[in-house]
T-cell receptor, first 110, second 111 residues
Framework: DTAVSQTPKYLVTQMGNDKSIKCEQN?????MYWYKQDSKKFLKIMFS???????INETVPNRFSPKSPDKAHLNLHINSLELGDSAVYFC?????????FGPGTRLTVL | DAKTTQPTSMDCAEGRAANLPCNHS???????VYWYRQIHSQGPQYIIH???NNETNEMASLIITEDRKSSTLILPHATLRDTAVYYC????????????FGKGTLLTVNP
């Protein structure tokens, strides 16, 4: 009965590759987010979608492109991966004042 | 959103109350105080939030000072599983809702 799930849990890839991380929530929430947590453990918001519409887009390189096929899914596609993209990426969904986070995807770029 | 200041780390004995302070001296009247925690290698978890009044739920209590410039999160009977980084976040309500996480407080509950 996982509320917010992400796949894969771990992702190891070479520089320059293109990869995607998938997120699904079964809570019926309209709003979803992507956060990045770097090696120093700072957790920063990247994007937010509300009912498939982009509402928050922080200063993120345009190599990162979120895609929301429906309101239960928010996928993150990353082009031309760089070493600095190595981090843990968290997806979240929101109901009123509470955000529910997924378990995270640890991305390692070699 | 207003800035928050938290101690870097704290220790607590198992079974005792854990009191985690947070300063938010520049908080505005329409900004809420939120607490989340992150257990090692997991996603952040919502704990509690409030505006002016003290709040209590099954996880914790939130005490907000009358001038709202500081607050305290209280875990009444800390367990080893409460060891985590605790984040105090201040944010304005509204539709473009986002959380700005700081460094948080690493709470270590000792046996």
């Amino acid at each position: 009965d996982t509320a917010v799930s992400q796949t894969p849990k771990y992702l190891v890839t070479q520089m320059g590759n293109d990869k995607s991380i998938k997120c699904e929530q079964n809570l019926g929430h309209d709003t979803m987010y992507w956060y990045k947590q770097d090696s120093k453990k700072f957790l920063k918001i990247m994007f937010s979608y509300n009912n498939k519409e982009l509402i928050i887009n922080e200063t993120v390189p345009n190599r990162f492109s979120p895609k929301s096929p429906d309101k239960a899914h928010l996928n993150l596609h990353i082009n031309s991966l760089e070493l600095g993209d190595s981090a843990v990426y968290f997806c979240a969904s929101r109901h009123t004042d509470t955000q529910y986070f997924g378990p995270g995807t640890r991305l390692t770029v070699l | 959103d207003a800035k928050t200041t938290q101690p870097t780390s704290m220790d607590c004995a198992e079974g005792r109350a854990a009191n985690l302070p947070c300063n938010h001296s520049t908080i505005s009247g329409n900004e809420y105080v939120y607490w989340y925690r992150q257990i090692h290698s997991q996603g952040p978890q919502y704990i509690i939030h409030g505006l002016k009044n003290n709040e209590t739920n099954e996880m914790a209590s939130l005490i907000i000072t009358e001038d709202r410039k500081s607050s305290t999160l209280i875990l009444p009977h800390a367990t080893l599983r409460d060891t985590a980084v605790y984040y105090c976040i201040v944010r304005v309500g509204g539709s473009n809702y986002k959380l700005t996480f700081g460094k948080g407080t690493l709470l270590t509950v000792n046996p």
